[in-house]
């Protein structure tokens, strides 16, 4: 399936639950999310496998109060997007695997990331490459027992994020860069549209 051009503007995307699902071999490319909000949803035991998400634009939208459990994202190649004055707040992200994904070439600015919980996931052999991660706001955010092994972020860029537990190089890490695209990922799918 493809998913090509689209503009996603002005929804409100609330109380749903999204649970049980196989989202595998599509094609997200050139789309615009704007000014979005997606508000106390449950996104739960999915499967997100083998996508290909590139040069989408996701700007000003707001993620709040969701709760993102027992899902895997396995594979995917997320590259050239960019992610700009969105914020991501009260969120639960619990329980998920993240895997094997190739993340590249792609700008994420100006975001605020605040009050979530991060809890007992696993993000593991992925790949981080030539990524932009600048401005972003990290605040009040409880990350637990996570396990984040065998990743790799190369072209000798620093990934600076104004972190309120972190003022100097300690805040520059490939950590921050997963902890953004982990976040992102499937709250992008979310988005996709119909």
Do not use: E, H
């Amino acid at each position: 399936m493809w998913k090509t051009g689209n503009q996603v503007t002005g929804n409100q995307v609330t109380r749903n639950q999204v649970t049980g699902n196989q989202v595998t071999g599509n094609q997200v490319t050139r789309n615009q999310v704007t000014g979005n909000q997606v508000t106390g949803n449950q996104v739960t035991g999915n499967q997100v496998t083998g996508n290909q998400v590139n040069g989408n634009q996701v700007t000003g939208n707001q993620v709040t109060g969701n709760q993102v459990t027992g899902n895997q994202v396995t594979g995917n190649q997320v590259t050239g997007n960019q992610g700009t004055g969105n914020q991501v707040t009260g969120n639960q992200v619990t329980g998920n695997q993240v895997t094997g994904n190739q993340v590249t070439g792609n700008q994420v600015t100006g975001n605020q990331v605040t009050d979530n919980d991060v809890t007992g996931n696993q993000v593991t052999g992925n790949q981080g490459t030539d990524n932009q991660v600048t401005g972003n706001q990290v605040t009040g955010n409880q990350v637990t027992g996570n396990q984040v092994t065998g990743n790799q972020a190369s072209s000798g860029r620093k990934f600076c994020n104004r972190a309120a537990i972190a003022q100097d190089d300690a805040s520059c890490t490939v950590d921050n860069l997963f902890a953004t695209a982990y976040i992102g990922l499937p709250i992008r799918f979310v988005f996709t549209p119909q």
